[in-house]
């Protein structure tokens, strides 16, 4: 996606050849009409899957989550980081390692909004290490439902995620691929023909 190379370009900040910030557009402060338009992407790719339901991980995956929803026309669901109080026992959930705060947490949702009759699209903002991504996926396997595929906004090809969604067989989309990045430089592998 041309546009979200060029915004990555112009205000990424690559803090090392590993971690790059993108907070003034994409995962603090939002650009909306962005925002949308990455949902109506993956709402372009994913149109013919018959998704009944969008899914991503609280906080960052929200925004684009919901614009993907939008898209297709279904409600999205949000995987919370801390099981509340309110959710009972009545929740599915996964153990995460988190590549950015370098802890593992847990992942739940609750079973009244996932199950056997819906075939789901997992969105989020990053696809790095893939430990979010596969939390999710192994979600979705537990609650009996479909997965349709994978949609994230930046994938950062140099590491593993991707490698291991795709051995699961599981089809992946990111709208910007990057194949390396140092301190004021980025590369981006070509735009799949979707
Ligand atoms: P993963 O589980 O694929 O390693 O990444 C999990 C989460 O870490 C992503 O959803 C994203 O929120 C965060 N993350 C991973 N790499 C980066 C990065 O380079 N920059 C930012 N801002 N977040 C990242």
């Known amino acids: 996606m041309k546009i979200l190379e060029e915004r990555i370009r112009r205000e990424g900040q690559i803090l090392s050849d590993t971690v790059l910030k993108v907070d003034s557009f994409l995962n603090h402060q939002v650009d909306t009409g962005l925002a ?3 949902g109506r992407e993956f709402g372009r790719i994913f149109a013919d899957e018959g998704i009944t339901k969008v899914l991503t991980i609280e906080a960052s995956g929200i925004q684009f989550a919901m614009a993907a929803g939008i898209a297709l026309g279904v409600p999205f669901v949000y995987a919370k980081k801390k099981k509340a109080i309110t959710q009972g026992d009545e929740v599915y959930s996964a153990e995460v390692y988190s590549f950015t705060k370098r ?3 847990q992942v739940s ?3 009244k909004y996932l199950g056997p009759e819906d075939r789901v699209l997992i969105v989020d903002d990053f696809l790095a290490t893939g430990a979010a991504l596969v939390g999710l996926t192994d979600i979705v396997a ?3 439902a479909e997965l349709a595929g994978v ?3 930046i994938e950062k090809s140099f590491q593993e995620g ?3 969604l ?3 067989g599981i089809r992946v989309h990111s709208l910007a691929r990057i194949a390396a990045m140092s301190p004021g430089q980025v590369q981006f592998i070509d ?3 979707f």
């Open 142 to 144: 537990e609650s009996g």
């Open 162 to 164: 991707r490698g291991l």
């Open 103 to 105: 802890e593992s947490y």
């Open 191 to 193: 735009e799949e023909s």
């Open 166 to 168: 795709e051995e699961r």
């Open 36 to 38: 949308l338009e990455i």
């Open 109 to 111: 949702i609750s079973r």
């Open 151 to 153: 949609g994230c906004v």
